[in-house]
């Protein structure tokens, strides 16, 4: 799997726009990148998954460069609940080895009021 | 919402007991993980299975072992557990296509005293 590297954590303000940058720059043709979020004594969450270009859903988009080796989540208009850990993964989804994921260590948000 | 079990949520335990933790997910998927994760820490996989009667290890060597009988199933086992085996246990689950979005369980803190 492609390591990645993303800030260790981040403060931001309630009502704010927050940005984390994942680094992969090893990232292979067939790899996928997804961002999963783990609150506090809870498993971690799936929150989006991309290829290339722009993904958005209903809690966050994904920004990927022609590149590839780097993407990043952004978290619109954050509120005190998304405090949390957010991890990038970067792998081969259709890989028949188990689709094993490695997590790292994530970047930890803090929304401050 | 995913439909991932386990159980207990919470044991406390002396060192040299056998203990067995349970997780059980209701979506039929094929493939299923173990993952351990101290306060605080990354998530390393210790186990995972691609289906019924295949079990393989993780990245992070474990003395635990599994065990998948049934595809709903795969319960994790200590046989003489020990202080250093004091972690979170997370469970998850993944389908065999599509996006391959990981559902994670509740998890198990685990502390050997």
């Known amino acids: 799997l492609a390591k990645t590297t993303q800030p260790i954590s981040m403060d931001s303000y309630e009502g704010q726009e927050v940005n984390i940058t994942c680094s992969h720059n090893n990232i292979a043709t067939n790899d996928y990148i997804t961002w999963y979020q783990q609150f506090p004594s809870q498993g971690p969450r799936f929150i989006i998954q991309g290829y290339k270009t722009k993904v958005t859903n209903e809690v966050a988009s994904l920004f990927i460069p022609a590149d590839r080796k780097s993407s990043t989540l952004s978290l619109p208009r954050v509120s005190l609940s998304d405090t949390a850990v957010y991890y990038c993964?970067?792998?081969?989804?259709?890989?028949?080895?188990?689709?094993?994921?490695?997590f790292g260590g994530g970047t930890r948000v803090l929304v401050k009021p | 919402e995913a439909d991932i079990y386990q159980t207990p949520r919470y044991l406390v335990i002396g060192t040299g007991k056998k203990i067995t933790l349970e997780c059980s997910q209701t979506m039929g998927h094929d493939k299923m993980y173990w993952y351990q994760q101290d306060p605080g820490m990354e998530l390393h996989l210790i186990h995972y299975?691609?289906?019924?009667?295949?079990?393989e290890k993780g990245d992070l060597s474990s003395e635990s072992t599994v065990s998948r009988i049934r595809t709903e199933h795969f319960p994790l086992t200590l046989e003489s557990a020990r202080p250093s085996h004091t972690s979170q246990y997370l469970c998850?689950?993944?389908?065999?296509?599509?996006?391959?979005?990981?559902?994670f369980g509740p998890g198990t803190r685990l502390t050997v005293l």
């Open positions: 998850a689950s993944s389908d065999r296509g599509g996006l391959n979005e990981q559902f």
């Open positions: 993964l970067v792998g081969d989804i259709n890989k028949a080895a188990g689709n094993k994921l490695t």
């Open positions: 299975s691609y289906g019924v009667n295949s079990t």
